[in-house]
């Protein structure tokens, strides 16, 4: 009888990653289940991406320490609900092999039904008819075969099993046999198999989805049901928790608590990729905390996937937390945003997702430690390209001035992994309002049938005629900060004045003037601002707020009588902003309607 050693199971892998890599955009396309947000495919790649590019890009001699590399690759790199549960199933393969150099298909089989079983225990609420009934399809047709002699044959009686078993699942899920379609996980994991069928020499990838008779047979991507998906919850919530001695049963058991549902608890008692669909997402990093140390959050809009998955434009537009966008204004254009990090001594929040702009505001009132904005890293980036160039054939993203924030170069190493020139990265040069309008004026021009030559050009010729303006009554916070010197305070307060800060075409933050004493302060900003602008073109405008409703009010009425507005908002400033700048600071960024 053979043995499967290292060497050969390393190639195996590989050519099963290559093949689900392969598959992202159909998967994607078929993805109805738990939420029909169009992101298994991609979730699926980017986990194998990570095992890809980790253990299985170096020689290993010994079966156990590959899957042992494997299964850490996995739970650090796993995304989505389908991702974890592989992630889990790949972590109790690895343990049940343990140190083994080589190994028997049928010590194999016990380790990949112990990994089905781990698997299906990982879920808190598990459904037949997921990727969970094909590994238990797949891992109970190899156990059954107690003498092997024929490793190929072995492993495609098995791989045949769970081909049947995928085509079954519609008639498990009603969602699916609605849809006309498998179940997206248990078709990535099938493609995984098949993968590793064809390294064998024992059959060929299918390329594709079986077939399968129903009543009503139509993809997602072709209706617009996914844009009304009844989503119990809106954030797709994941971290890596990292500890000594984790106790997975009461983790999943406090995670069970939040009532938060498709959860997920994977991995070994030193390392777990915790998922959960939720509508507060810093509810389970902080729940997470408790147990040891959280790592790689991240927080996925499950309604803007949704909404991606029913668009039809050609191009996406994608920004960050940088830009200060109006309430709904996202949701009506299908603006995607990348959260910036913010921290807080040793806790870290998602920008305004863990942490909105008032919830910020409190805690920078209360806390003595000062907050800290970072670049969201690449892999949020590339995770967000891959699950949208998915669904259109190309994107545009509008981030934060350069200047000021090395946001802009994540996203272009983002960009620089796909190299198929399908992402175009724009500098807007601004930040906050000016951002936002940015962002808007693409999510338009997208919607108008512009491709992205177009918007980009757009975008060029309005960056130079977006203004950003701000005003500040307290320098403490850019003091404090180091961003200016202790003097200038002082001095400030001595002539009583108010400093008026401008962006400018370099995308950097200057003083320009200030404004003697107290007085009727955003009455007098708007004069100022609006003396600097064409009275007789229209403008649209954003004023943005740093914990100051009234005065932002008061600015943005003083504006719409001094100038003419299309359309006037007004925005509770984020971090970007209120971390260097402090409560009071009111913004205004301008836009011509016609450039």
């Known amino acids: 009888m053979r043995s499967i050693r290292g060497h050969g199971l390393r190639l195996a892998l590989i050519d099963g990653a290559r093949q689900v890599i392969a598959d992202r955009d159909t998967l994607n396309r078929i993805n109805v289940f738990p939420v029909a947000d169009g992101d298994t495919g991609s979730n699926l790649a980017f986990t194998m991406s990570s095992v890809l590019s980790g253990a299985l890009s170096r020689r290993v001699a010994s079966v156990g320490e590959l899957m042992r590399r494997v299964s850490e690759d996995a739970i ?37 039904r112990a990994g089905a079983k781990a698997a299906r225990e990982a879920v808190a609420d598990p459904r037949e008819g997921t990727m969970l009934s094909v590994i238990t399809a797949f891992a109970e047709a190899l156990e059954h075969r107690d003498e092997v002699h024929d490793i190929r044959a072995w492993f495609a009686h098995a791989l045949e099993v769970a081909r049947k078993a995928l085509a079954h699942t519609p008639q498990q899920l009603p969602v699916l046999l609605k849809a006309g379609v498998v179940d997206a996980g248990a078709q990535g994991f099938l493609d995984l198999l098949e993968g590793i069928a064809a390294f064998l020499g024992g059959a060929s990838p299918s390329h594709g989805v079986p077939r399968f008779e129903s009543t009503d047979p139509v ?82 809009d499950m ?38 990090r913010l921290n807080f001594g040793e806790q870290d929040y998602l920008d305004k997702v863990g942490m909105s702009p008032a919830q910020f505001y409190r805690k920078l009132r209360e806390q003595d430690v000062l907050p800290r904005t970072s670049q969201p890293p690449p892999g949020d980036f590339r995770r967000q390209f891959e699950f949208l160039l998915s669904h259109h054939p190309a994107l545009v993203y509008v981030g ?27 500098d807007s040069a601004n930040v906050a309002g000016g951002q936002a309008l940015l962002a808007i004026a693409a999510a338009e021009a997208a919607r108008r ?34 961003r200016l010197p202790a003097w200038s305070k002082r001095v400030v307060e001595t002539l009583g ?79 970007a902003i209120g971390a260097h700048a402090g409560p009071g600071t009111l913004v205004v960024s301008l836009q011509p309607v016609e450039a």
């Open 76 to 112: 650090d790199g796993g995304r989505g609900n389908s991702g974890a549960i592989l992630a889990q199933f790949l972590a109790s393969v690895a343990s049940s092999l343990g140190d083994r150099v080589a190994v028997a298909p049928a010590q194999l089989g016990l380790a990949v």
């Open 219 to 300: 993809l997602v991507s072709d209706h617009g049901d996914a844009a009304n998906a009844d989503l119990t919850h809106r954030w797709c919530t994941e971290c890596l928790l990292l500890g000594d001695a984790l106790d997975v049963g009461k983790l999943r058991a406090e995670v069970a608590r939040l009532g938060a549902s498709s959860v997920v608890v994977a991995g070994s008692p030193t390392r777990v990729r915790l998922h959960a669909h939720l509508d507060a997402p810093q509810m389970l990093f902080e729940l997470a905390g408790r147990f040891g140390r959280v790592e790689s959050t991240k927080a996925d």
């Open 303 to 340: 309604q803007a996937q949704a909404r991606t998955a029913a668009d039809a434009t050609a191009v996406a537009v994608i920004t960050d937390s940088s830009a200060d966008l109006p309430d709904g204004v996202a949701e009506a254009l299908n603006i995607h945003v990348v959260p910036l």
């Open 400 to 426: 934060v001035a350069r200047a000021v924030s090395g946001t802009i170069q994540s996203a272009e190493s983002a960009a620089q992994r796909s190299a198929d020139g399908r992402s175009f990265i724009i």
């Open 449 to 482: 049938g512009d491709d992205a030559a177009a918007i980009v050009a757009r975008l060029e010729a309005l960056r130079p005629l977006t203004l950003t303006w701000a005003m500040t009554t307290d320098l403490s916070m850019a003091v404090r900060g180091g």
């Open 497 to 575: 004045l108010t400093p008026i800060a401008r962006i400018k075409p370099s995308g950097k933050l200057g003083v320009v003037t200030g404004l003697l004493g107290r007085r009727h302060l955003p009455e007098r900003f708007a004069r100022y601002v609006a003396k600097r602008v064409d009275r007789s073109v229209r403008w649209r405008l954003i004023v943005g707020h740093c914990d100051a409703p009234s005065g932002g009010a008061q600015l943005l009425e003083q504006l719409r009588r001094m100038l003419d507005c299309q359309d006037a908002w007004l925005v509770e400033t984020g971090p």
